[in-house]
C-alpha cells in the first residue's frame, strides 16, 4: 500500500494563492486533487499522468489551478492562484498503483491521502 501525505494547506483571503503538496510513499501511476466541502459531495480538482503530459482540470479552476508532479520526489501539487472562498474545502490526493492490469474508470484510484484544509475568506 502506498501512502499519501498531503500539505500546504491553510488559510487565505480571496485572491491569494496556497501551494499544495502530496508526497507518496513510493512511487505511483497517475495523481489526482479533489475536494469535498462541509454537505457536498466529493468533487474532482484535477489529475496528472505519470509522465505529466495529460492533464485534467475541473472547469471551475482552469486558469487558476496548477497541477505537477516531480517523479523523483513520489510527489504531486496543486498550485491554486485567485482563489475564491467558493474553492474552501478539504483537499485531498490520490494516487494509481504501478502495478496490474485492471483498467480504471474516470477518476478512479487506488490511495488516497487524509486530506488538508483550505480556507478562502471573502
Known amino acids: 500500500q502506498v501512502q499519501l501525505a498531503e500539505s500546504g494547506g491553510g488559510l487565505v483571503q480571496a485572491g491569494g494563492s496556497l501551494r499544495l503538496a502530496c508526497a507518496a510513499s513510493g512511487r505511483t501511476y497517475a495523481m489526482g486533487w479533489f475536494r469535498q466541502a462541509p454537505g457536498k459531495e466529493r468533487e474532482f480538482v484535477a489529475d496528472i499522468n505519470y509522465s505529466g503530459g495529460i492533464i485534467t482540470y475541473l472547469d471551475s479552476v482552469k486558469g487558476r489551478f496548477t497541477i505537477s508532479r516531480d517523479n523523483a520526489k513520489n510527489t504531486v501539487y496543486l498550485q491554486m492562484n485567485s482563489l475564491k472562498p467558493e474553492d474552501t474545502a478539504v483537499y485531498c490526493c490520490?494516487?494509481?498503483?504501478?502495478?496490474?492490469?485492471?483498467?480504471?474508470?474516470?477518476?478512479?484510484?487506488?490511495?488516497w491521502g487524509q486530506g488538508t484544509q483550505v480556507t478562502v475568506s471573502s
Open positions: 490520490a494516487a494509481r498503483s504501478p502495478y496490474g492490469s485492471r483498467s480504471y474508470g474516470p477518476h478512479e484510484y487506488d490511495f
